[in-house]
C-alpha cells in the first residue's frame, strides 16, 4: 500500500500571502490519479485538484497542483480568508486509495 | 445537480450491526463506481469500500474485510454498508462518494455518524 505524507502538519500564514502544501508518497504514484480535497470544520471534503494538476468544476484559479513519481504540491497563490481548511492528498493504485494525513492551514 | 445523503448512522454496542445507507440522484447513478470513506473523530480521512456501478467489481480495506458489506441497487439509486461485529475503532463520520474523474472523488454526502460504545 502506497503511504501518502503531507508536510507540514499545521502551515501558519496570513491572507495574501502563497501557501505551498507537500505530498510525498512511499513510492511512485500515477500522476493521472493524485487529487486534493479541502475540508472544513463539520463538512464534507471537497474536491480541489485530480489528476495532479487539473482543476475540478468551480475551483478558483488561485489553486493549482503540480508534481510526479513521488512528490506532489498544492499551491494557493492568494490566500483568501475562506481557504483556511485541512487539505488532504489522496492517490488510488493496485485498487487502493489511501489519504495523506492532513495539513491544516490556519490564519497567523 | 448531483445529491448524495447518507443515513442509518447512530449508537450501537460493541459486536453489533448498523446498515448505512445513501440515496443518490442527480446523475446516472449505474454508470458510476461508489465508495465509502470514513472519518473518526478529529482524524483523516479513510477508504474503507467501493463498488463498480454494475455491482460486480468490490473492495475492503484490512480493517473491515470479512465484517463489512458493500451493495447497491441500481433500481432505486442506493449504495448500502452492513456493517457487523462492529468495534470501537468504528466510531467514525461515513461518508458516501461518487467517483469522478481520474480515481478521484468529485461529490460527497454529508455524513453520517457512527458511534460503537457500550
Known amino acids: 500500500e502506497i503511504v501518502l505524507t503531507q508536510s507540514p502538519g499545521t502551515l501558519s500564514l496570513s491572507p495574501g500571502e502563497r501557501a505551498t502544501l507537500s505530498c510525498r508518497a512511499s513510492q511512485s504514484v500515477s500522476s493521472s490519479y493524485l487529487a486534493w480535497f479541502q475540508q472544513k470544520p463539520g463538512q464534507a471534503p471537497r474536491l480541489l485538484i485530480y489528476g495532479a494538476s487539473s482543476r475540478a468544476t468551480g475551483i478558483p484559479d488561485r489553486f493549482s497542483g503540480s508534481g510526479s513519481g513521488t512528490d506532489f504540491t498544492l499551491t494557493i497563490s492568494r490566500l483568501e480568508p475562506e481557504d483556511f481548511a485541512v487539505y488532504y492528498c489522496q492517490q488510488y493504485g493496485s485498487s487502493l486509495y489511501s489519504f495523506g494525513q492532513g495539513t491544516k492551514l490556519e490564519i497567523k | 445537480q448531483v445529491q448524495l445523503v447518507e443515513s442509518g448512522g447512530g449508537l450501537v454496542k460493541p459486536g453489533g450491526s448498523l446498515r448505512l445507507s445513501c440515496a443518490a440522484s442527480?446523475?446516472?447513478?449505474?454508470?458510476?463506481?461508489m465508495i465509502w470513506i470514513r472519518q473518526a473523530p478529529g482524524k483523516g480521512l479513510e477508504s474503507v469500500s467501493y463498488i463498480s456501478g454494475s455491482g460486480t467489481t468490490i473492495y475492503y480495506g484490512d480493517s473491515v474485510k470479512g465484517r463489512f458489506t458493500i451493495s447497491r441497487d441500481n433500481a432505486k439509486n442506493s449504495l448500502y454498508l452492513q456493517m457487523n461485529s462492529l468495534k470501537a475503532e468504528d466510531t467514525a463520520v461515513y461518508y458516501c462518494a461518487k467517483r469522478g474523474p481520474q480515481r478521484s472523488f468529485d461529490y460527497w454526502g454529508q455524513g453520517t455518524l457512527v458511534t460503537v460504545s457500550s
Open positions: 442527480g446523475f446516472t447513478f449505474s454508470d458510476y463506481y
